[in-house]
């Protein structure tokens, strides 16, 4: 079984989390520049075997696209094609960063580091990647029922 590799995507970095091999627990992987971002795919998914990919879905509270749609719709095109055979999946993907930066201020990170925006992309990627599987792994019991 490959991992499920989690991208928060953004105008200048992009936080990257990804499961373990058997698909039961998300982990902060990194966080790269959007301008290296293929490269470090294409690098990544040449040493792991990846099942899937979680792109974030920016939505606003009406659930209606955000604006950054506008960035993120050419960035999945181009991730379709550079890895047509890995199946790319959108996770609505608000509150995420809210979220990580309440981990970070309960971890007890000092005030330096609770403002690296780094750090905050790497936890909503695993924040997104660890919802996502809560949801498949609830679908899949309900479904065997």
């Known amino acids: 079984m490959g991992r499920i590799l989690a991208i928060d995507y953004g105008q200048k ?5 990804v499961t373990d091999s058997l698909q039961l627990i998300a982990n902060g992987l990194t966080t790269v520049s959007t301008d290296t971002l293929f490269a470090f795919l294409k690098a990544y998914t040449e040493k792991e ?9 920016p939505k606003q509270m009406n659930n209606t696209p955000s604006e950054s749609m506008k960035y993120i719709s050419p960035f999945i095109v181009g991730l379709k094609n550079k890895f047509p055979t890995i199946p790319v999946t959108l996770v609505d993907e608000r509150f995420t960063s809210k979220m990580a930066q309440q981990t970070i201020l309960e971890s007890g990170i000092n005030k ?26 609830y679908n899949q019991y309900t479904n065997n029922k």
Do not use: C, H, P
């Open 49 to 57: 075997n990846v099942d899937e990919f979680i792109v974030g879905l």
């Open 112 to 137: 330096k580091n609770r403002n690296n925006k780094a750090l905050i992309d790497q936890i909503s990627a695993t924040i997104l990647l660890q919802s996502y599987l809560e949801t498949k792994s």
């Open 13 to 17: 970095r992009v936080g990257i989390a």
